[in-house]
């Protein structure tokens, strides 16, 4: 096999796996958790490399598998122009950010979590950039807002931290699914999520009358996540993040996705009007707002974050220009941008390391402390504003020619020009700002701690990024020239337009612009104070984030609102809603269709056996409802009617639901017995006459309903799926109990799920008893103290002699599984009865000094087990969770019928048995902790 | 002659699960039913046990061992309940 034929998917995979790597190795030493993650982005890069060669010759590379291919999803990975340059993007700063950040975390914060949240973010940015298939693609999308959430709420124990994660997850989630819509349906105009075929489509998709409702929920997506006006507040709050986090994807990578993704769907649905004023009109705006408010920022990573927000506008503004130079020009300012943005949010960070604050207003003549740095800053920052001989005059000089371009031959749209000054005016204040307010000018003062020169490893990264800007700056055309000539290549889908990349274009009204810009800017920066309270005054007020609170509590409100006209909070109110709804729905499916009630099957003889269980059952059930107000003695009555059904499930041939509905049924006796003692041990009266007799009379209807369900089915004759499984179960699952074979492996997958979603029930309920007081009764429902003897000599020992007993039960019930009644699921709950009962009779503390097990590393290695057996299955060469068969001879046991599905239900058995003791326990620990609670309180009171 | 004895066992049974059934219905305090569900239980093995032999089948006597290895359990909780009030302490 040749390992290039799957490189794509190696290349985004990787940095997952090599999470795992990275906290793993932090367990040894944190220091190493930072060298696996540099090693893992090497590996990366070695991956990618070998293919560049192919895609500077002009090939684009497309690797793909089917995964759901009937729903239009294919696993599948390109590596053009474009995309290679946003891969390499991304692993370039992600290399230097990771080394930048091994010297910035410091001793207190756990490295281990945070490189492996980058190197997670790292790979779904891969994703998003490599995916061929545009659901794909989405899906990466999604992952990076999953993955930003978590790096910006890194320090969690900030209430900034933890708000700012969860504003931008809320915008870029949001804007995720306007994207997903937008995709959806531009599939479904093109015919195919394929990237190629999208490509070549851009005629039909821009005639078709569903275009600009794509257009719109792309162009939603894409500015949600690049931070454009509207969505443009989330960006300054994510500064809460660790400085890393905010050179790697604030500046330089997750904000440039919806750059990318403009960049990469330019020729399918560029060219039209709607276009150049949707996505031109707001990047010209979010150029302009970003600009002026990044002016009066005090914060240094403000002031950056609202320079990206204007940057990532100049960007979107070129790209709705819509002319080919005019994406020359955005494709060069994404990779300028990328080098000079990054440095100085390092700078940023280095500045705050060294001085404890990013307050400009605090902040003054750090040059004499830090004087490397103070170099490094006065170069990006003039590459930030503009400044001739840096790679930022370049792209501002191509964005100003572009400016200039469109507004030919209209007279209104000679404001663009215009507006492009102002905004590269404002560029020139803050990139003063930035550094005259901190390097420059009078001393600082009350700074937390002394400043000295930044440590060379974080040095080492700005200090490469600010020679790009030189080199990239004097000789333009020998550094990027041939990437650019590509990345535009693969962009547009088209030859490339004829542009020259060169410092010296002559005097020409660009430059004039520039040169204007520039001093301007100086003289704005220099009457800055009256600015300033012009802008107090006026301006600082508005402020998106409140519009957005207001957005989101008014959601809660209003969801709030609805739950409480429904269910008012209680049980009662939801079962009444959900039974009369199900009554309505069924009477009207059933007026619908014309069909008798009753079916032409006749009925089966009536057996005396029957018929007394039948009758037990609804005597019982009538008795039921006058003693019901005694909760106790209503306990032993339902466990008769489990008992009953049991039997029932045997009488008519289903032992494996026999032997579940008992152990069920027993871990139901003491799941409600453990919460009966916080709660009154006797039902309050209900008084309201009127409620009861509408319960009684919704109550008869939905048995009479039920009743008549039940007969319309049993006296058909129909022909269910299940006989295709009987028929497949030998030959199909190897093994001869039909329930067990579905349940591991033609519905593996579904059980799967289920297990999933008891874990995480168990891990919700863990986490909602911890730390739960509740008050106790001293008496029981007979009016008796309680007895004094809390674990009864004779229990204690009998159930020690049990407990191998019942575990050798479990054991057998768990072996034979496959072929007759038994499995994981039964085997975990008769294994956590086992467990139970030693918990019931020799107390918790006893128990636990014996049982070492952690609950949670159960249920996770149970969950890991299930999904390994499942894959396990992939690489010989069958779907997921399909089994196979093997036959072993054991000494003494004899031959054993080992199905692969066998560690698939050893996952399900864990899981079982971790949830189950994890509740069980954790509801009798309340009662240890409310005891010696009111322990203490007695202890007080006799104390007073 | 088996036939004959299986008939008079499971009548003799039935009979004691009928009386169980009546003691756990009127009670008249909680222990007599925590007792009377208990008997159930062991009337059930007994019950199983006869129905097995009754088919030919061994497939039912896994249920009689799960409820004679388990039936107790739903009692000792019952009973602890009613003597502590907190069943796992």
Partial sequence: MDIMLFSLPIVV????????????????????????????????????????????????????????????????????????????????????????????????????????????????????????????????????????????????????????????????????????????????????????????????????????????????????????????????????????????????????AGIFLLARLFPVLSGTQEWLWIVGGIGMTTLLIGAYTAMFKTDLKGLLAYSTVSHLGLITALLGFGS??????????????????????????????????RDTRKLGGLIKYMPITAILAFITSAAMAGVPMLNGFLSKEMFLTESLAVSEG?????????????????????????????????????????????????????????????????????????????V??????????????????????PLMMSMTALIVGAVVYASRTRLYRLHQRYIESINAKQYYDMLIDELFALSIYISRKFDKGSLQHASVWVIVSSIALGTIGFCMIEAPLIGDRSMLDLDLVTLLMGV??????????????????????????GLAISLGFVKFSAPDLALTQLSVEIVTIILLLLALYFIPKNTPIEHNKKRIYRDIFISLLSGAGITAFTMAILTRDFSSISNFFLEQSVPGGGGTNVVNVILVDFRGFDTLGEISVLAIAGLGIFAMLKGMRLPEYTKNCSGLSWSDDPHP??????????????????????????????????????????????????????????????????????????????????????????????????????????????????????????????ILVGIGKLGAVAESKSLDNKEIEEGA | MLETVLHIAFLIVSVAMFLSFYRLIIGPDAIDRVLALDTLYINSIAILILYGIYETSSLYFEVALLISIMGFVGTIALSKFLLRGDIIE
């Fill in chain 1, 324 to 357: 080919k130079l005019a994406v020359v020009a955005a494709l060069f300012h994404i990779m300028n941008h990328a080098a000079f943005k990054a440095a100085l949010f390092m700078i940023a960070g280095a500045v705050d390391h060294e001085t404890g604050t």
């Fill in chain 1, 13 to 256: 995979l990787l940095p997952f796996f090599g999470a795992i790597v990275v906290a793993l190795a932090s367990i040894a030493n944190r220091i190493y958790a930072a060298w696996s993650a540099i090693g893992i982005t090497v590996l990366s890069i070695a991956c990618l490399s070998p293919l560049a060669a192919r895609v500077f010759d002009g090939e684009t590379i497309i690797q793909s598998w089917a995964w759901i291919e009937r729903a239009g999803l294919f696993f599948a990975f390109r590596l053009d122009g474009l995309s290679m340059f946003f891969a390499l993007l991304i692993l370039g700063i992600g290399f230097l950010v990771i080394l930048y950040g091994r010297y910035y975390l410091s001793s207190k914060d756990h490295m281990g979590r945070f490189f492996a949240y980058i190197l997670m973010f790292m790979g779904s940015m891969l994703g998003v950039v490599l995916s061929e298939n545009v659901i794909l693609l989405v899906i990466f999308w999604e992952l990076t807002s999953l993955t930003s959430f978590l790096l910006i709420s890194f320090w969690q124990h900030k209430n900034e931290a933890r708000e700012g994660a969860r504003m931008s997850l809320g915008v870029t989630a949001a804007g995720g699914l306007a994207l997903l819509g937008g995709v959806l349906i531009l599939g479904h105009i093109v015919g195919s999520y394929e990237l190629s075929e999208i490509l070549k489509s851009g005629d039909i998709v821009r005639e078709h009358p569903l275009y600009l409702t794509t257009l719109i929920l792309i162009l939603i997506g894409a500015f949600a996540k690049s931070a454009q006006f509207p969505f443009h507040f989330w960006l300054p709050h994510a500064m809460a993040a660790p400085t890393p986090v905010s050179a790697y994807l604030h500046s330089a990578t997750m904000v440039k």
């Fill in chain 1, 616 to 641: 037990g059952l609804i005597f019982v059930s009538l008795i039921m409802i006058v003693i019901h107000r005694q909760r106790i003695v209503s306990l032993v009555v339902v466990g008769f009617v």
């Fill in chain 1, 793 to 918: 000599m004779i229990m204690s020992t009998l159930s020690r002699v049990l407990f191998p007993l019942m575990l050798m039960f479990a054991v057998f019930i768990f072996m034979r599984g496959h072929n007759l009644p038994g499995g994981g699921f039964i085997a975990g709950l008769i294994a956590s009865i086992a467990i139970t009962v030693q918990y019931l009779a020799n107390g918790i503390s006893w128990t636990q000094a014996r049982l070492k097990a952690n609950m949670h590393m159960m249920i996770g290695f149970g969950l890991l087990i299930a999904t390994l057996a499942g894959i396990g299955s992939m690489f010989v060469g069958y779907p997921f969770l399909t089994s196979t068969v093997g036959h072993f001879d054991l000494p003494i046991v004899g031959n054993i019928h080992v199905a692969s599905a066998i560690a698939f239900d050893l996952g399900v058995f864990l899981v079982v048995v971790g949830v189950t003791l994890m």
């Fill in chain 1, 488 to 509: 535009v290549a693969s962009s547009l889908q088209a030859t490339l337009p004829k542009y020259e990349l060169a410092l010296w274009h002559g005097v020409n009204l």
């Fill in chain 1, 410 to 486: 209209l007279l209104w749209a000679s404001i663009v020009p215009i507006l492009a000054t102002i905004g590269s005016i404002l560029a020139v204040a803050y990139s003063i700002k930035f550094v005259k307010e901190v390097f420059l000018g009078e001393a600082s003062k009350d700074i937390p701690k002394i400043p000295h020169e930044t440590p060379y490893g974080m040095l080492v990264p700005i200090g490469i990024f600010a020679t790009i800007c030189i080199a990239v700056g004097l000789f333009p055309a020998f550094m990027v020239g041939d990437l650019l000539g590509i």
